[in-house]
């Protein structure tokens, strides 16, 4: 049995910044192609069999940088929609909404572009991406590039915790992260792990 490979995107300037990037679409910086790049060599020893990224340019350059082949783009795997919040810092949204936290607190709606979503929505959004890739880890590894929220709230739905227990695993950009079975129980065989740190390639 395969494991799903979560990969976040590279860095931008908006991640750098720590503003919540939703739906704008905005390109890696040199940093962030620097870091996917780096994914290539971890990802070529794995046994992957299909690949899949969010539509934003930011997921779709990772992924190529990062050496993946015949990615496809699913709408299912675009981050969070932080209505009228994006484009914010938490600091930011704080000022207007004090102790403010995305995991409890939510997003107010904002212009026609950016409506926002709750987080049961991206939760649904989320299982429909392992619905659909599941069956496929018979075969081998699934790759999945995406974004920090949307990939917290995949992994959550993927232990069968609340949604909202993806405020539980920190994830930076550029960063590759494993979901397994032990015991035909689903676990976190990986987790939020760069490359530089992979010494060794992964072998199954």
């Not at 107010?108 to 049961?120: C, F, N, V, Y």
């Not at 939760?123 to 496929?136: F, G, H």
């Not at 990986?190 to 530089?196: D, E, G």
Request: net charge negative; with cysteine; glycine share 10%.
């Amino acid at each position: 049995m395969g494991e799903l490979i979560l990969i976040r995107h590279g860095q931008t300037e908006w991640s750098r910044d720590h503003k919540h990037t939703g739906l704008t679409d905005i390109p890696l910086t040199a940093a962030g192609e620097a870091a996917a790049s780096a994914l290539a060599g971890d990802l070529a020893a794995m046994p992957i069999v299909a690949a899949f990224a969010s539509p934003a340019q930011r997921a779709v350059r990772t992924a190529e940088l990062a050496g993946l082949a015949a990615v496809g783009t699913d709408p299912d795997l675009a981050e969070w929609d932080y209505g009228g919040y994006e484009g914010k810092t938490t600091e930011q949204i704080r000022q207007q909404r004090p102790g403010w936290y995305l995991w409890r607190d939510g997003v107010i709606a904002g212009d026609a572009k950016h409506p926002g979503e709750t987080i049961s929505q991206v939760a649904d959004r989320a299982d429909a991406v392992l619905r659909r890739v599941s069956p496929l880890l018979p075969d081998g590894d699934v790759a999945l590039v995406a974004h920090g929220h949307l990939l917290r709230v995949l992994t959550a739905c993927w232990l069968g915790l609340d949604p909202a227990g993806g405020r539980l695993f920190k994830l930076d950009t550029g960063t590759l992260s494993t979901l397994g079975a032990e015991h035909g129980e689903p676990v976190i065989a990986t987790w939020n792990v760069p490359p530089a740190d992979r010494a060794v390639p992964v072998s199954r």
